[in-house]
């Protein structure tokens, strides 16, 4: 039983009725490594401190937690940023990628196999392959390396492979599809550095306990409790690791989706990647394609522990459109003086909704994650000035 | 131990039959409503000497087949291609006398619920089912399901399979084992894998329920080499890109003789 609330997943990887290891038998063998590997790593003091050493000197942790003053005021609310963009590489995923690579390292791996959306997952590991000496092959559809063009050239500057997916939308659902399949010949020599909280048993509840410096952090950055914990939430892993942190608080917790890529607020139970979870699906079961001007949630599903928290009632799960998104970067980029990913613009973007319409009472804290900076969506936002 | 024919379906039954006669086996695939006389190739494929035949559901995210796989499943979902209608399809069809099996990914399945789904391959006249996405261990609700059903639920085995585990699949497996003979996708090969035949040595050593290799069998010789390991095989990618570059029920008819004389030839050789 889970009585943790996000602790351990149950038996055979599940949270609630989701989760699970439904990966071709080609690969099953290959979870099960990972999970064992894992599991002795992370009660290993020495690996924890290694990974301590890597997160402060080379992803430069603790990220500050900046209480957004002039935004607050304009909306009528206290408002804290957790400022992910400042890690290294622009985003939260350098946190999960670093534990994977280290993983990888200790499994005797000589290559780390990546998806990415946005690029800023592959940029990570892109990056953590040339800091432990090894290579990386990262699968983006066609159509995220033309819009994250600037990530596609920093993964090349740092000797990764880029292998773009022309398949279906040609997005991070065929990007993933298409990693899974390269891993299945390719398990002897590479592991599969699962960019969020999908994929099959462990990599759900590995990447979120990866993840969960961000709200470990913020908590203790905090003092006491908001009212709000809020987070964009595309697979889910930045949510997961903030909401880890605060997840035995009253703090509400609040994902917000892609209007366009909503699994968590509109998915239908179903399985794919290797779990159980839910996934917005047709008529016939076949998986509807996502559409989001953000690229790291245009994915249409989410992660099984999300699909748990909201069965649960313990987290809900909001959609804001492409719209709300994009003007949410231009408000926080004159009030702060942060551009923020368009992803975490869609954290935002709820909060600024929700304090206007009075769902966040007047004086209520909130604090948000602010998962990664919009340099690489430059293109997209340049159509809005 | 349970006695492995009781609580066998009409798959298996058919396949041990033949084997126990001497016969290679033949499990072609095709992709249910590739073209709009689909039905065609099936009985071109009977015609062929199949002793069983795979009809694929097609998903929208075929995450362990190659590309031509993925390109028969987006072209049968472009021309709409559903559970229920191929389904329906087959349910007007004569008897082909062969089985049929119909593979698909998990999320078809529970899209209906596996009891509705397996009560509806039956009411079409399928009696077995591979879902390469559904490891054994996860396999509980599905295979009870199926034998309540009658339907035989093939379990696949993978040459990264470690030894205690192969048992298991073999053991609650139905209709035959698949033995996947390489580790990648579907597709087409050059040659048959060095992991095939001790994948198939090492299932053998724990059952004597059929085997079959599948994935990247493509020519005759690979056939005939496949057969000196196992009880037969499954064609898929080497059938579905010569019906997507254009290939009749007739053409297809006559590259599928060329199979089944490898696997005749190679069961009349001395061993
Ligand atoms: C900046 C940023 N935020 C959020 C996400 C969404 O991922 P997750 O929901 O796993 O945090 C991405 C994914 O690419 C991203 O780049």
Redesign the interface.
Known sequence: MQDVMMGEPQARGRFGEYGGRYAPESLVEACRQVEETFREAWADPGFRAELARLLALHAGRPTPLTPALRLSEELGVRLYLKREDLAHTGSHKINNVLGQALLATRMGRRRLIAETGAGQHGVATATAAALLGLEATVFMGERDIERQALNVVRMRLLGAEVVPVTTGSRTLKDATSEAMRHWVSATADSHYCVGSVIGPDPYPWMVREFQRVIGDEAREQYSGVPDHVVACVGGGSNAAGTFAGFADTPARLVGVEAEGGAGAARGRPGVLHGCRSLFLQDDDGQIVEAHSIAAGLDYPGVGPEHAHLRDLGRARYVTVTDDEAARAVVQLARTEGIVPALESAHALAWVIRAARDGELPAGSTVLMTLSGRGDKDVSTLKELL | MTNPTLAVGAVEHHLRERRDAGRGLFMPYVTGCVTPNWTDYLRAFADAGADAIEIGLP????????VTI?QAS?TA?ARGA???RILADLSGLPDLGVPLVAST????V???GPEAFCAALRRAGVDGLIV???????ADELADMAAATGVDLA????????EP?LAE?ADRSRGFVYA?SL???TGEQTALAASAAQLTRRIRRVTDRPVLLGFGISTPDQAREARRHADGVVVGAAVMRRVLDGAGPDDVRAFLATLRRALDQECDAPR
């Not at chain 2, 929208?60 to 087949?65: M, V």
């Open positions: 998903f929208s995210d075929p995450t362990l087949d190659g993925q987006d979902l559903s559970t229920r990914y998990y999320n078809l529970l899209h209906d390469p996405d559904l490891p054994v261990h996860e379990l696949l085995a993978s040459p990264a399979t470690p585990r699949i996947v580790m990648g996708t």
